[in-house]
């Protein structure tokens, strides 16, 4: 199994380059092996999806803005084959936006998406994280980067061990 990057952001408004938080989990044959979260000050100071996310300007105002973490977060994604998310359209979006708008090279890294494999391994009657881990018995604190980007590693490893390939859950 190659070394995987499982990852999730939360969003302060509609657009991609929003992050206000990030959570990175390393996958490195079948196991997690390393994670990594940070609140992220966004561009902008309205903060619209308090109520889906619980972060306020107040929480994020002095924390480091997504060019300032960038050194990081490129460093814990070296050595990836590939990016792992739950929903990877919308995690894609963000990355992609937030380094184009930070004028930062993006991760030409390949992205592979549980939704779909949940959709393609587990047949249950919704995919949302929330029921992939209520059905697979795993924590989680929804909308909580971190414990998003864990429960995306965790679902990641089981749909691997059910017999899907990376290909079968590539996002196109």
Do not use: Q
């Not at 587990?122 to 414990?147: F, I, K, T, W, Y």
């Amino acid at each position: 199994m190659a070394v995987a990057v499982a990852l999730d952001f939360e969003t302060s408004d509609k657009y991609a380059d929003s992050a206000c938080a990030l959570g990175m989990v390393r996958i490195r044959d079948g196991k997690v092996t390393d994670s990594w979260y940070r609140l992220i000050r966004p561009p902008r100071s309205r903060v619209y999806f308090t109520e889906i996310h619980g972060l306020t300007w107040e929480m994020l105002k002095d924390e480091k803005g997504f060019a300032e973490l960038w050194p990081e977060i490129s460093s814990f994604l070296s050595g990836a084959e590939f990016l792992v998310a739950h929903n990877a359209t919308f995690d894609r979006r963000v990355l992609l936006g937030c380094c184009r708008s930070f004028g930062l090279e993006s991760p030409s890294l390949p992205f592979v998406c549980t939704v779909k494999g949940s959709r393609r391994g587990l047949g249950l009657p919704h995919n949302r994280l929330n029921d992939v881990c209520a059905h697979l018995g795993l924590e989680l604190d929804h909308h909580n980067a971190a414990s998003d980007a864990m429960a995306a590693a965790n679902i990641y490893i089981h749909l691997r061990s059910l017999g899907l390939s990376d290909e079968d859950m590539l996002l196109k």
